[in-house]
């Protein structure tokens, strides 16, 4: 248990302290705690998961001070602490073809490594999902393996592809969407993660496991001219 | 069939409602409307506003009847004034009923002493909804008009006006306020005792870099005693920021998801509405409440 208490955040939040450091298992209790909350029907208007803080939001102070009880009375509660398999483990095809590549070089030369290394490493790890945030459906994956941490571009891109796989420090993501941003590209996945239309719009989730492997760029436009479904990339692509 | 058109856009106009709520977790902002107390009574007055409220900072749109009739409502404090089709001039104020025939044109001037106006629409304005709400957040694409108004956008409004009945409601007294009463954030301790003084002591001039993700403030410089440099977590709207350069930023309804600098304070919910309505250079003051 990693989990030390609640707290007031201003007049109508509060926030789960998962104390200050961060790791897989400390992301695991709190994405576990996610869900049992979120599964307690509060009157919350959000309630947002990131390394090892749950932010809790409320309308005002009084509902959130009704619902404060019905959370402590859940962390309190270690018997039904139970919610773990409705995450999803998903193999996602990447394909790390120099035209998507933008920055892998960058990675190369800091690591002393080629680009085959570079695509093993990458594609050899199954990574967990932090939270989601930054912009919609944006994944935060890690751990990278310890040969591509790699700082933040000094100078962030100003547009960054849609579909982009990104590496930074010890994190990997997808963008979603065209965005600037600083993480060093390395390649690109032939389909959206978001989508608006759905009802439940993002592809991944808190707490899903994510595993790349590496597609031919014949294969990977093949993809994406299936134009698949937030559902139907669900079947195709999870587990 | 009744429908408008927007014959000038105006500057940052948006269609919003009161919010975008359980989707954060995603990376989906809360936007909704800027000042909520003025949507909250132009409710009064048209009640069947189906959530379709157009938001307009500084300079307000204009809008024309292309056809049929149309019955609005405006609210803020704006000037603004009706071209009839037989081209007479009518005048017009906020929070009065106002009916439109085919050929007339609202015309809202600008927002005075103040940032952010509203209209409503009796039948809302034909949209359909995007993740439960009419709110837009343009820097992530993400709305039942995903974007700013633009010239010549046209909305139809199928079902008739239900009476031409005037109707209105005392000018609400949505005062300007200029010191606010905030409450400790989660990151209070990672400012000295001298430096929350000078929070508390020191005036903040509201600046030009302010929009609806956050207000820009500049004043005395608060250098955290810890670090400008936090674990991303979870924020909501209302909460003082502090990057390293000291200057405090208020964020507003289109906030990132989470965010990676101490929260020094926070506003409690009516204050975002006021203080999304001070104009750059206005000068503020806050009052750090300690029970919460």
Known sequence: MYFKGINSYGDRGLVLDFGNETSKSISQEVNETFLNISNLSLQSLNIIPSFNKIVVIFENSKIRDQNKDKISMKMKDTKSQTNKNVTKTWEIPACYNEDFALDIKIIQK???????????????????????????????????????????????????????????????????????GGWNIIGQIPFDIFDLQSSYPSLFLPGDEVKFYSVSLSEFEKIRKYNFSLNELIKEYSS | ????????????????????????????????????????????????HQNQFLEFAYVGPSIKVKEGSVKICVGGNCNMSIQKNNNSQLECQPYKSINLFEGDELIIHNT??????????????????CLNSYSTDTKAGIGSINRPLNDEDIFHISKDVSSWDLISIPIPDLEKVTNFKVYPGPQLQYFSDNTLQSFISGVFT????????????????????????????????????????????VLMRDIPCTGGYPKIAILNEVDISRISQLPPETKITFDLQTIY
């Open chain 1, 110 to 180: 800091l690591h002393q490594i080629t680009k085959e290394e570079v695509i093993n490493l990458h594609s050899s790890v199954r990574y967990y999902t932090y939270y989601i945030g930054f912009m919609p459906g944006f994944p935060y994956l890690g751990d990278v393996p310890s040969q591509l941490i790699t700082p933040r571009l000094a100078t962030p891109r100003v547009k960054i592809p849609a579909r982009s796989i990104g590496i930074a420090k010890n994190h990997t993501c997808i963008y979603p969407k065209v965005s600037p």
């Open chain 2, 206 to 249: 509201v600046t030009n870099q302010s929009d609806r993700m956050g207000i820009r403030l500049k004043g005395e410089s608060l250098i955290s005693s810890k670090s400008h440099d936090i674990l991303s977590e979870g924020i909501l709207p209302g909460s003082i920021q502090v990057p390293s350069d000291g200057q405090p930023i």
């Open chain 2, 1 to 48: 069939m009744n429908s408008i058109i927007i014959t000038r856009a105006g500057t940052h106009s948006t269609i919003q409602d009161f919010g975008r709520f359980q989707y954060q977790h995603l990376g989906v902002s809360p936007s909704g409307a800027m000042d909520q107390r003025i949507i909250t009574e132009l409710q009064k007055i048209i009640p069947n």
């Open chain 2, 112 to 129: 005075i002493d103040s940032v952010y106006g509203y209209i409503a629409f009796e039948h809302g304005l034909g949209l359909e909804p």
